[in-house]
């Protein structure tokens, strides 16, 4: 069974820096694209990042795209997503997921695989 676990969310104060990790359990770490995606209630799931298999390939969400870093560690099966100069709007559930391949505009039915979810709160 595939397992995939966020960590690192938390409260967090605007101008700060988020750091996500997302450990795999269950599949084949290495054959698997990673998304990070983030979800406000009432609105839809977004993508914020995808790195593919071997850093293939890797795409950001305009949103955090410049301030934000994604990337994998494949001998400890997890992704890590850190994002700089927090912003309120940044609040959110957010979500790591597997899939096949990443795409640049991040949809979610390329992801098979889905965490629970940790939740990042940023105040201003």
């Known amino acids: 069974q595939v397992h995939l676990v966020e960590s690192g969310g938390g409260l967090l104060q605007a101008g700060e820096s988020l750091r996500l990790s997302c450990t795999a359990s269950?599949?084949?770490?290495?054959?698997?694209?990673v998304g990070w995606f983030r979800q406000v209630p009432g609105k839809e799931r977004e993508g914020v990042a995808c790195?593919?298999?071997?850093?293939?390939?890797?795409y950001y969400a305009g949103s955090v795209k410049g301030r934000s870093a994604i990337r994998r560690d494949d001998s400890k099966l997890t992704s890590y997503l850190q994002i700089d100069s927090l912003r309120p709007e940044d609040t959110a559930m957010y979500y790591c997921a597997a899939g096949t391949f990443c795409t640049p505009g991040l949809h979610l039915e390329d992801m098979n695989y889905w965490g629970q979810g940790t939740q990042v709160t940023v105040s201003s």
């Open positions: 790195i593919a298999i071997r850093n293939l390939d890797i």
């Open positions: 269950g599949l084949i770490f290495d054959e698997w694209a």
